[in-house]
Every structure is written in C-alpha cells, then in structure tokens.
C-alpha cells in the first residue's frame, strides 16, 4: 500500500531562516529520489534540496520567498510501494557563490536569444546545479540564458524559453555566430524628421529579399559583352516598330540570349527541392524582369521565352512592364520563373550584387552599356560595352560554371546570329 512519507529540511548547517528562492516542483509532480525540490540561499551561498524519497507530491508547504530552517516542512510525498527511503544519504548541494553570480552583468544580445530576452555573455549564470543540469540535456549554455528568477537566478522556464526561441528563430540566424541587435536610435535627437509606412509592395519584397539574402550563399560573376553589332541592328529594329507603339530595348534581346545560356547550362535553370538535397531541372523557359514601381520593385514573369522572337518579347514587357506599374500585376503573374534579370541599363552604374530570387538559382543584373576603347587585331577600337553581373546560388553552382555561363551570355549578346543556331 502506499505510504505517506513528510520531507523537512535537512541539516543545512549553522544557517536558520534561508530564503526559499527557486521551487522545482509541484502538487502533483511524479519525481525521483535525488530529483531538486527547492533552492535556498544565503548571504553566502545558494543550496539546492534533493528528494530523499521517489513517488507523488501531495502536499507542497513551501513557496519562493519564505524562510526556512532545518526541520521546516517542505511536503508530503506518497512514496511508490516497495521504494524505500534514501533520505540519509540527501544533503543540500552547494551552488555556485551567490556573489560572483549577482556581478553578472548582460553585455550583449545575439540573435539567436533576443527574440525572448537578453543574453549574459562571458559572465558566470546565476543557476542551481539541477537547472545547470537540466540545461546541459538540453545542450544549453546556461550562460547564454538570461534569468528571471530572483537576483536574476537561471529558473527551468527561463531555459525551456531558450530552447523554445532558438528553435523558432529562422534558419541562418541560428549558430555559433552572434549578431548584435539593431540599436533602437531617436533620430529626432539629431534634427526634425518624419515618418512614413513602407508600401506592402516593399514590405513584401522586402522579406523576401531579407529571406534570400541572409539563407543563400551569393556569388556575383563580372563580364561585359561587346553589343555594338546587336546595338545597330536593335536601332533598325526599333524603327520599324516604332510606328507599332513596340519599344525595342536591350533587354528583349538579353531574354533571347538568357534562354540560350540556360539550355547549354541547364543547371541555372534548375531549382533546390524542399529537402535541399535534389536539383529540379525545368524544361520551361520563364523568366522574371524586375521591374521599378513607385511603389517598389515588382518581379513579373515572362512565359516560354524560348518560343518568341525579340519583337513579341519587346511588346510582352512593355505591356506587363506598364501593367507592373499600373498596380495591376497579381500573385500569379509573378510565379513559376526559372531565372530573372534584373535591368539597371536604362538609369545608370557600370555594376551591382543582384539578389537571387528563390527558389530561382541565379539573376543576371545589367548595367548601363558604354562605349569603350578595345585591344582588337593590334590596335584599340571604340566598342560598345554592357556590364553584366550575374549572382549565382553557390550551393547549386560553381564559380567556373558562372564564369563559362557569363561568358557564353556575352558571345551571345556579341553575334546575335547565335540565336538563330
Ligand atoms: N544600356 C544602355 N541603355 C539602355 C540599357 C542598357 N543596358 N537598357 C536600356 N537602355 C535604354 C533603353 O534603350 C531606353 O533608351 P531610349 O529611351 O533612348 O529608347 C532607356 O534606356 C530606357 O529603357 P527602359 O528602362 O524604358 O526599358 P528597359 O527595357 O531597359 O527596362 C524595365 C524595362 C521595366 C526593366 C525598366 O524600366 C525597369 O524598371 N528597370 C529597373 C529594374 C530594377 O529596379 N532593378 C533593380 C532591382 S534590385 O535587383
């Protein structure tokens, strides 16, 4: 049958009315012998109570706050059958100087902790040994654990806290790196100012840039191709059609030339399954032009670009160029895309770092072109020139492969009739 057995504090030496400041269990509570019931602390030390018996708590008398001295009642524990008492061999566990722990100060907070509180950095955690222990099955550092308890004391909830925001903090921002928090400046102490909402546009983009920036490793590949043939003919082309409202841009040719890169390069054509571990090889050709809205930036995506001529691909984005910044582009305009280009050709710069848009592997962005003397046959000639920046996912693709993949663009864009092959 089982037996009612009361737990009083043992002999804790000369120290009478110790303040309780930490209660591990509760009413209820099925525990073990040697599990920690309470923390007591002195002026001296901190001292943790184990369980003489195992089996359930009915009666709890104690709580955080109360003093205590030895042969004070701590409970009742109804004792399982046939588990005799250990009770001589349980004394108090001695914990770490309360001094040195209450000169703990907080110095930093990394990402990883910041979400729930602050970190104690590099300073000794004010935390009993079954906390510490409970920690370290946890594979926490106690010491990166702020605590709540009294005089800052490490408590379970605060590392069960821990371990909560950890798990739930993005993946990327986790690990042994530790980023310092934004600081939270009043700019108005500096001069006057106001303050606007970002549009949604920014703020979804914004996300998302954030999301692909920080979780996938970005290489940015530099190249020029030598556009003064595909330059003469464009100004042909563009007269003719002029009369047709059809502007024809570099860009439609950059779609053309992008879709032959990518056949012979089938991997920046490809996408990262949700397992991480398998490539998926697209055997379509769409492709995302981000376009500058007053609003923010807008990813529209043109279909089977392989399928249409420079013309029809200069009238599609256009259109969809115009409708982008009309407000008029919906979710699925902006879907399905195997790679984007990313044209800064029309404003100005000689060269960016694109971000990749995801799950897409690798964006092309485009500068301004110019003209520029080039070594050829023994003498310089003026050329005209267009900075190409390509950023790759390094995960999915090497750097020669970018630099083969950059190249061929430029051959491509240097002799158009290479489309036409
Ligand atoms: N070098 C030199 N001139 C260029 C050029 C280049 N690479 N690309 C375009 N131009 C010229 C065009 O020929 C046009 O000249 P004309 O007015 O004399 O005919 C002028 O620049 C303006 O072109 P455009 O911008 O209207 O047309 P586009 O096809 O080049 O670009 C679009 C269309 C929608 C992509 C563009 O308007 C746009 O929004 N670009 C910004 C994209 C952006 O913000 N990217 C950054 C995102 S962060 O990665």
Redesign the pocket.
Known sequence: MAEIKQVFVPDIGAYKDVGVIEVMVKAGDTIKAEDTLLTLETDKAAMDVPSPYAGVIKELNIKVGDKISQGSLILSIEIAAGKPAAAAAVAPAPVAPVAAAVAAKPVAAPVVAQTVQPVVSGAKAHASPAIRRFARELGVDVSFVKGSGEKSRVTKDDVQMFVKAAIAAPRGAAGGMQVLAMPVVDFAKFGSIETKPLSRIKKISGANLHRNWVTIPHVTQFDEADISDMEAFRKDL?AEYASQNI?I????FLLKAAVAALQKYPDFNASLDASGENLVYKQYFHIG?????PDG?MVPVLRDVDKKGIVQLAKE?GEI?AR?REKKISAADMQGGCFSI??????GGTA?T??INAPEVA?L?????SMKPVYKNGEFVPRLM?PLSLSYDHRVIDGASAARFTAYLAKVLSDIRLLAV
């Open positions: 563009g502007k841009t570099p860009l439609a032009v981000a376009v500058d809205t930036l984005l160029s982008a990313s044209s800064l050709g029309g404003i960016f694109p971000i964006i962005g485009v500068s301004k072109s267009l």
